[in-house]
C-alpha cells in the first residue's frame, strides 16, 4: 500500500527521489535519520513524523502545519534551541530524548501547499545546523524502500495516528475475531470491528439476508440486492471487504460439525439465538481457553411502547462461572427476558457498541477500572449497571 501511495502522488515521490528516507506507519509520514544538533552541540539523528491527510490514496492538503520530532529539542550551531519552530512556551527537557511538537507555518493563512513543502522545509530547519558543525552532513540519505507492507486495509488508516492513539489501536493487531450471527446486532459488532487492524475477521451465520434484515443492519442495500436473497456473509463481506482486506464469510449455523470453525481465532463475539448452537459455541470457546462476549436483548411492547434490557456478557480465562447464569440457552419458549424477538436498529446498534467497547476493554484499548464482567442497559431510565466484577 505504502508503495503505491509514494508513486500515485507526486508531492511523496518527490521527497523519495530527492533521497529523505520516508515512510508511512499508520496513518503517519515519517521522515527518519533527519540531523540536528543537541544542546551540547552535537550532531544526532532524529525523525520527523507528521500527520497524513488522504481523500482515499490522494493527499491532501497537510493539515495540520505542526509535526512531531523524536530526538532532543533541535538546536542552532552554537546549542540554543531553534527559537522558529519552538510550539508555544519552551518545551521542558529540551536535552532529553523525547517527542517535541514543532510548528512553522510558511504564512498566517495559507498553511503548506503539499507534503513536499511540508517535509522538506522541517527537514531543512531542523538539518542546517548540523551542516554547519559538520559540513556534508543532510537528511537526504537515499535509502531503499521499503517493501510493500501487509496492512489489512485496502487504504491507510489515518484516524488513529491523527489524533494519537496509534499505539494503543496496534494492540488490536494480532486479534482473529469470529462473529457467530450477523444480523441485528452482530452486522453492528462487524462494522465497527472492521475499522480495526485485527488481523481476520470470521463471519459465521447460515441466514439469508432477507428485507426485513435491511432495516437492522448497517448501510442501505438496493432493491436489487434483496432480490438476489444473498447470503447474510456474503452479503457483510462484500460490502466490508472494500475496507479490510480479510473478512471470511462462513455461510454455516454452528452445531457438532461446524464448531471447529472457532479454531484459530483469538476473540468471538457471539450474536446468536438462545439454544442448543449457542451453548455448542460456548462450550467449544471454553475448551480452547478462549475470551468470549455473548450479546442478548429483550424487548416488551407493553401500553404502547417498547422497553426492555440489553445484556452483553464476557467470558475469559480468569472467570468463567457466571456465563451459566447470565446466558439463556434454551429456545425462544423459556420465560428469559432475553428471549423476546423485537429488536431495534438503534438498540442493535448500542448492544453491539457496548459488546466492543467491552473487547477493547478486555485488550487494554481502554481504561478498566471495574473489569466487569457482565452489565445491562435498561431502556427505561437509561440505567447501566454493572455485575460480575473480575
Known amino acids: 500500500m505504502s508503495v503505491a501511495l509514494f508513486n500515485l502522488n507526486q508531492d511523496l515521490k518527490r521527497l523519495r527521489e530527492d533521497g529523505y528516507f520516508l515512510q508511512i506507519k499508520g496513518g503517519s509520514l515519517v521522515m527518519r ?109 537515499f535509502r531503499e524502500p521499503d517493501p510493500e507492507d501487509d496492512s489489512v486495509f485496502n487504504y491507510v488508516e489515518t484516524a488513529s495516528d491523527r489524533i494519537g492513539i496509534g499505539a494503543l ?56 440486492t434483496l432480490r438476489d436473497v444473498p447470503k447474510k456473509v456474503d452479503y457483510f463481506a462484500d460490502i466490508y471487504s472494500k475496507m479490510h482486506r480479510h473478512i471470511m464469510p462462513h455461510a454455516e449455523q454452528i452445531n457438532a460439525n461446524t464448531v471447529h470453525l472457532l479454531e484459530g481465532v483469538t476473540f468471538a463475539f457471539l450474536c446468536m439465538d438462545a439454544g442448543e448452537p ?42 468463567r462461572e457466571h456465563v451459566r447464569e447470565r446466558v439463556s440457552f434454551e429456545g425462544e419458549g423459556d420465560n428469559n427476558v432475553y428471549a423476546s424477538n423485537i429488536q431495534v436498529a438503534d438498540l442493535n446498534m448500542l448492544n453491539a457498541a457496548l459488546a466492543v467497547i467491552k473487547w477493547k476493554k478486555i485488550r487494554g484499548f481502554y481504561r478498566d477500572l471495574e473489569k466487569e464482567l457482565h452489565c445491562s442497559y435498561t431502556t427505561d431510565g437509561n440505567m447501566l449497571l454493572n455485575g460480575d466484577l473480575a
Open 33 to 141: 535519520e533527519v540531523p540536528y544538533v543537541n544542546s551540547q552541540k552535537e550532531v544526532k539523528m532524529g525523525t520527523i513524523i507528521s500527520s497524513l491527510c488522504l481523500s482515499g490514496n490522494i493527499t491532501q492538503k497537510p493539515e495540520p502545519h505542526t509535526v512531531l520530532f523524536e530526538g532532543e529539542f533541535p538546536c542552532n550551531a552554537d546549542g540554543t534551541p531553534i527559537q522558529g519552530i519552538i510550539a508555544g512556551t519552551m518545551p521542558p527537557n529540551p536535552g532529553q530524548n523525547s517527542q517535541y511538537t514543532l510548528s512553522s507555518k510558511p504564512g498566517p493563512m495559507e498553511g503548506y501547499q503539499d507534503y513536499y513543502q511540508k517535509m522538506a522545509t522541517y527537514a531543512t530547519i531542523i538539518s542546517g545546523p548540523a551542516a554547519v558543525l559538520k559540513p556534508g552532513t543532510t537528511p537526504r540519505v
Open 169 to 224: 489501536t496496534a494492540r488490536l493487531e494480532k486479534e482473529h475475531v469470529a462473529i457467530v450471527g450477523v444480523g441485528g446486532t452482530g452486522s453492528y459488532v462487524l462494522d465497527q470491528v472492521a475499522k480495526t487492524p485485527v488481523r481476520e475477521i470470521h463471519l459465521i451465520d447460515s441466514d439469508d439476508f432477507l428485507q426485513h434484515n435491511a432495516f437492522r443492519a448497517p448501510g442501505a442495500p438496493s432493491i436489487d
Open 278 to 319: 449457542k451453548l455448542q459455541a460456548v462450550q467449544k470457546l471454553e475448551q480452547l481457553g478462549l475470551p468470549f462476549i455473548d450479546v442478548g436483548m429483550g424487548l416488551e411492547l407493553v401500553n404502547g411502547s417498547l422497553g426492555g434490557i440489553l445484556r452483553v456478557t464476557a467470558s475469559t480465562q480468569d472467570k
